[in-house]
């Protein structure tokens, strides 16, 4: 493909304009580069996105200039010690820098030294592909600056370092798991070397802060077939060290000729097929923790084979633990984790059996609003390569979910309040806190989510005066 290529019609946006104007009357070099072009040239559509803008000179005094040319009332972010500056404009960041020589680090704490040229700021960068500039000045106006051939890589979807891939992960070992990243997300493939390079220095991963490592984890499971990256941090060595508890998932054991499946690859393929289904972060991560405590559960029981007997409640209890070290939120979307790795099983048990209403009921009330994420996760979960095992489970989770729509009560026990409080109950019977309070409550919950009464006040009223009169006790007038 030839280099000098313009790019003109799709530089639209019209700051752009003005960027030019304000760079040619300074006599300033100034492109756009990074992820914008690399996406402009993909015709990838993003939502939100950064514009990076370099220029061969102040990028804070740039950056102020365009800002009061668009709008002297415009507020320029300025990061002296980085030499960057940002404005925010039309919903998307135009963030300035000057030209470096050393490398481009979005946190580096060092303060930026030393000034260089285009080509040396492009070398300095993470991949050929975001290494690739469009010129702003109106006499080059979006002509194309690559030096390292990533017009090309985008064409033959490669990852490759514009320098020694030993170099340019040594200057930020985060752009290992970037690699991996933009790989999964663009489909495209690693260049060898990058690859080697990636599993050489896979232990220097430690040195970079886990927020960020999750960060580009979080961009992989967000993609639509996250299994790719997963393999490849696997493959590089650079999963045992990040999420080793997920790597334990590996691997079958056979005793008696009786063999259990590989636990990793079945996780990996929950997570694909939950993909199309929903791009909630945290369903995504349920997938990927459903089965994180069967290697902690797995015994081998005689006559019975292979059990992971408690592994959604043991793997419910272990995420605030991992959650933690992964710096992950510990808020209520853990909880919705916890909550989804508990009960992953009900569906599938439910399935199984003949489905009455009032395991339905009992499954709505565990799950309450969380019920379709839980079903949703459910389906994904049926991996089995026996079809007809597989067209069993389908048709029932129809059945399943027929169920839920119909009952009519249905919202009111989703978000179950007992129609009849524990303070009626003790002022019916003269009782004080107890043992008795506690029972005659989960007696009603019970009758109706077995359907025998209904979730009203006068029902669950007659009802407990019953079950009361069955225990020994009788309503003080
Ligand atoms: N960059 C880099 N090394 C890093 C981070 C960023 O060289 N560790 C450079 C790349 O040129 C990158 C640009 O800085 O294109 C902007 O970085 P960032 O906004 O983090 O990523 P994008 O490439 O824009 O991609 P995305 O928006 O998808 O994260």
């Not at 009455?356 to 009921?361: E, G, L, Q, T, W």
């Not at 009992?362 to 994904?380: N, P, S, V």
């Not at 009111?412 to 309070?437: D, H, K, Y």
């Not at 019970?446 to 009223?461: F, P, T, V």
């Amino acid at each position: 493909m030839p280099n000098r290529q313009n790019f003109k019609s799709k530089l639209t946006h019209k700051v752009f304009g003005t960027i030019a104007e304000i760079s040619d009357g300074q006599n300033l070099e100034t492109y756009v580069i990074g992820g914008f072009v690399r996406d402009l040239l993909l015709d990838r559509k993003r939502e939100n996105y950064d514009i990076d803008i370099v220029t061969v000179g102040s990028g804070i005094s740039l950056a102020r200039d365009v800002a009061s040319a668009i709008n002297p009332k415009l507020n320029v972010s300025v990061f002296k010690n980085f030499g960057t500056a940002m404005f925010k404009f039309d919903n998307i960041d135009f963030e300035f820098v000057g030209a470096r020589k050393e490398s481009y680090r979005s946190d580096s704490r060092k303060p930026i030294v030393e000034d260089g040229t285009l080509e040396d700021d492009q070398k300095r960068r993470d991949f050929t592909i975001n290494a690739l500039a469009l010129s702003l000045n109106k006499d080059r106006f979006g002509e194309l600056l690559d030096p390292f051939g990533g017009l090309d890589d985008l064409a033959n979807k490669i990852i490759r370092t514009p320098l020694e891939p030993g170099i340019t992960f040594s200057d930020d070992p985060l752009r290992m798991m970037r690699a991996i990243r933009f790989a999964t997300q663009l489909e495209f493939i690693i260049e060898d070397k990058t690859l080697e390079a990636i599993t050489e220095q896979a232990e220097r991963i430690k040195i970079v802060s886990m927020e960020r490592v999750m960060d580009e984890l979080n961009k992989i499971i967000l993609s639509s077939k996250p299994s790719v990256g997963f393999k490849l941090l696997d493959k590089t060595g650079l999963l045992p060290i990040i999420f080793p508890e997920f790597v334990k998932l590996k691997g079958r054991e056979i005793k008696q000729g009786i063999s259990h499946k590989d636990n990793f690859y079945h996780t990996l393929e929950v997570l694909d097929r939950i993909c199309p289904n929903t791009d909630n972060l945290w369903l995504r991560w349920s997938a990927i923790l459903h089965d994180i405590a069967k290697p902690a559960t797995k015994r081998f029981v005689e006559g019975q084979g292979w059990t992971f007997h408690a592994h959604n409640f043991i793997g419910s209890k272990m995420i605030p633990g991992l959650f933690k070290r992964l710096k992950l939120p510990l808020n209520e979307k853990m909880k919705f984790v916890q909550k989804m790795v508990l009960l992953h099983m009900r569906p599938i048990v439910l399935s199984e059996e003949e489905v009455s209403d009032s395991a339905v009921r009992r499954l709505l009330f565990d799950a309450g609003d969380d019920i379709e994420d839980l079903m949703t996760l459910c389906e994904a979960d049926i991996t089995s390569k026996n079809a007809d095992k597989v067209k069993r489970y389908m048709h029932n989770f129809r059945i399943v979910r027929q169920k839920l729509q119909d009952l009519e009560e249905r919202d009111a026990i989703r978000n179950f309040q007992p129609p009849v409080s524990g303070e009626i109950i003790m002022e019916t019977f003269g009782l004080s806190p107890s043992r008795e309070v506690g029972m005659l409550k989960a007696a009603i919950k019970d009758a109706i989510l077995d359907g025998l009464i209904h979730n009203n006040y006068e029902e669950a009223y007659n009802y407990m005066i019953e079950k009361a009169k069955e225990m020994g006790l009788s309503p003080v007038k």
